[in-house]
């Protein structure tokens, strides 16, 4: 569908302002802003009548070899497919998509036109999720987190290597290269705090664990982890990693290359500190209203900040400010 998109450039930052609705009478799609106050958090309500509504950001991309995204998603009819992000170029070529399918039966990622992941999912109309993704091309490794609690941690093999190329436009609420299939595709509710950072939330480092030769340790035997299926036919021929309750793990099972004895093991050596795309996983579920919902870490690796970096609002979408307590967000 091509209609008359009407758009203005909100920077949040210094000056804060929400965003209103004009009536339909006086200018279709339209805006008038407000001052509030500086402790607000935004949502941006989306509805998908009368014109294609989504959130495209003013920013160069550089070439991506790995990133995490996290943000706030509540739908208000999930009959559809919605997008939760999507990076494409020249308005054709797909480069990386995430949605949750019509139902919120699954969630998915695709990245260069290869879809990684596709793991089902029990999303319910009317409910906030914290969502994230994260995924880097060291081996092909990519994740799911909502609500805090990491659900996938595994691998694509294929995918090792591949560089996800600069120079395109990210989009939340639209398929970007989607406009003439009309409004099926896109998110009907709202979305908050959406932060892109251009690390991952895997780091190997962090987890290495230190080999005790002194024999006064706790006796650990190796293991080989099992392959699992990832629940979409064709989808991963990697394998799932363990998930443990708390990520990075504290205590991990260790195994020499060609050396199967039992190894003892005094404990974790934390070679790094907790990735940072992990941190904005956590700090974005768990302290929802710092920064305004955008948290203040990542420095120049925080591509997209949801307060900080100029947006483009398309179609009468809605800035709205609301409360800060995570989950609920009262307007």
């Not at 879809?115 to 319910?124: R, S």
């Not at 591949?162 to 009907?188: H, M, N, R, S």
């Not at 305004?292 to 979408?317: D, E, H, M, N, Q």
């Not at 307590?325 to 307007?331: D, L, P, S, T, V």
Request: net charge neutral.
């Amino acid at each position: 569908m091509h209609g008359f998109w009407v758009w203005m450039t909100l920077l949040i930052s210094i000056e804060i302002y929400v965003v209103e609705e004009i009536s339909a009478a006086r200018t279709p799609g339209g805006f008038q802003t407000g001052r509030i106050t500086r402790a607000s958090i935004y949502k941006a309500v989306l509805t998908q009548r009368g014109y294609i509504q989504f959130l495209r950001w003013q920013l160069s991309v550089p070439e991506i070899n790995e990133f995490t995204f996290c943000e706030w998603v509540k739908s208000t009819n999930l009959t559809y497919p919605h997008s939760i992000f999507s990076y494409s170029k020249n308005g054709t070529d797909r480069l990386v998509r995430a949605w949750i399918s019509p139902f919120g039966r699954s969630i998915h990622l695709e990245i260069n036109k290869i879809e990684i992941m596709a793991e089902p999912t029990i999303i319910l109309e009317n409910q906030w999720y914290h969502i994230c993704q994260s995924w880097d091309n060291r081996e092909g490794r990519y994740g799911l987190w909502i609500d805090g609690k990491i659900k996938v941690d595994d691998t694509f093999p294929e995918m090792a290597g591949q560089v996800i190329p600069a120079g395109g436009d990210i989009v939340v609420g639209q398929e970007y290269t989607d406009f003439d299939k009309g409004l099926e595709e896109g998110i009907e509710g709202a979305v908050l705090g959406f932060n892109l950072l251009l690390v991952s939330a895997f780091d190997v480092e962090s987890t290495f664990i230190e080999i005790n030769h002194l024999d006064d340790g706790l006796l650990m035997a190796p293991i080989n982890f099992p392959k699992f299926p990832v629940g979409g036919e064709g989808i991963s021929s990697g394998r799932r990693r363990p998930i443990y309750p708390n990520y990075p793990p504290s205590a991990m099972y260790a195994r020499k290359p060609g050396n199967p004895r039992a190894l003892r093991i005094r404990g974790t050596r934390q070679a790094k500190q907790v990735p940072l795309g992990l941190r904005l996983i956590e700090t974005g579920y768990y302290h929802c209203e710092e920064g305004r919902g955008s948290p203040y870490l990542g420095g120049s690796k925080l591509l997209i900040s949801w307060t900080r970096t100029p947006v483009r609002v398309f179609g009468g979408a809605l800035l709205k400010n609301v409360d800060s307590q995570c989950r609920i967000f009262n307007a």
